[in-house]
């Protein structure tokens, strides 16, 4: 009884304080008897055209909320006509249901399912911040043919981060057991070797939360190309800026040709 639920209440910070999407607009999607709250911003240049020409499929972190970015980020893609889907965890915002790690997975799921609907043909790329980059290796893992590449935030590999980083002061007495509890959908090292569509890594130099050795095992696990963009003097949430949104926007041109979509002539 101990350990019932243990990880989720040390890994996942839910909340459901009202926030400003700034802009960005709500969707829910049924989920488990329930909803799934999506909120969904597009860039300037996707306004301007009526429709976006590639979907990002955003995961954000364990304390973090949905409403917060898509509106902010999709500034960042201006020159680009693409959508944001932001989505909220089960328990996290208006997403309802209890906050469990094995709910993480299946609601990805369901948000990929229900954006590829809506995008047709367009390219998807899930793009996963901290934890919620668990979370775009799964769809990337379970819906291969669906996406056009993945980006990934300092992803951390949950099992082997509670087994090597803390366990030693517990003699794995605490840890190992709830390291066997994290859900064998957010085991980052199997999913990245399951993955042969191309990825970007935006790494944190000075990562405090995810130490940089372990964003290492997930980029050395991944098994289809990847380019890694180092966020130079970074922390584990400071915002991608600088030299970086240059190269992410190179490195994202990279991806999509590899998937197979060229860029149109905007």
Known sequence: MFFCHLPDHLILFPTRTP??????VRKTIPFENG?????????????????????????????????????????M??????????????????????AR???????ALAAFDELRRHAGDQPIVPFGTSIGATAALHVGAHRPAGIAGLILQNPPPLREMILRRFGWWNLW?????????????????SNAKAINAPAIFL?????EVVPPHYHRL????????????????????????????????????????KAGFHRPPW
Do not use: M
């Open 19 to 24: 926030i400003n999407p700034g802009g960005a």
């Open 35 to 75: 909803q799934l709250e999506v909120w969904i911003a597009q860039s300037q240049l996707a306004r301007s055209k009526g429709n976006a020409d590639a979907y990002i499929l955003r995961f954000y972190g364990n304390a973090d909320r949905a409403e917060r970015w898509p509106a902010a980020e999709a500034e």
């Open 77 to 98: 893609w201006n020159d680009r006509a693409v959508e944001i889907w932001g989505v909220n965890y089960p328990g996290f915002g208006g997403s309802t249901g209890p």
């Open 101 to 107: 790690l094995s709910k993480i997975g299946p609601a």
């Open 173 to 189: 007495l605490l840890a190992g057991p709830v390291a066997l509890q994290i859900p064998k959908d957010l085991d980052s090292i």
């Open 203 to 207: 790494l944190a130099e000075k990562d």
């Open 218 to 257: 997930v980029v050395d696990a991944y098994a289809g190309e990847k380019r890694v963009i180092s966020l130079r003097s970074a922390y584990h949430n400071d915002p991608i800026e600088g030299t970086a949104v240059t190269e992410l926007s190179n490195a994202f041109d990279w991806l999509l040709t």
